[in-house]
């Protein structure tokens, strides 16, 4: 199972000219939290962007997402949907006995 609390995505302008990010609707951040490495891209430029799970995020399947833009320029506007499940941490055998 994998148990990854954070992912990474390298976001490129491949617009001849700058961009300056700009975030339109946030992850629900009781499930993800995100952080943006540089929000101004020249051209040909790339910025991290990382996604962590939130530590209030409850157990069970969550869909979000992230919308974000060149600065005035909704021709570029991507969303980036974002799907997970928390799962309960496993019970030791031992721990099972004694309750």
Partial sequence: MDTKKEIKLTLKNTDV????????????ENFIKIDIDDKKLNSNDSTELVFKLSDKADVGIFLTGLTIQGEGDSDSRITIPIQGEVVAPAVKATERASQ
């Fill in 17 to 28: 000219k700058p961009h300056k990010l700009e975030v339109i609707d946030k992850p629900n």
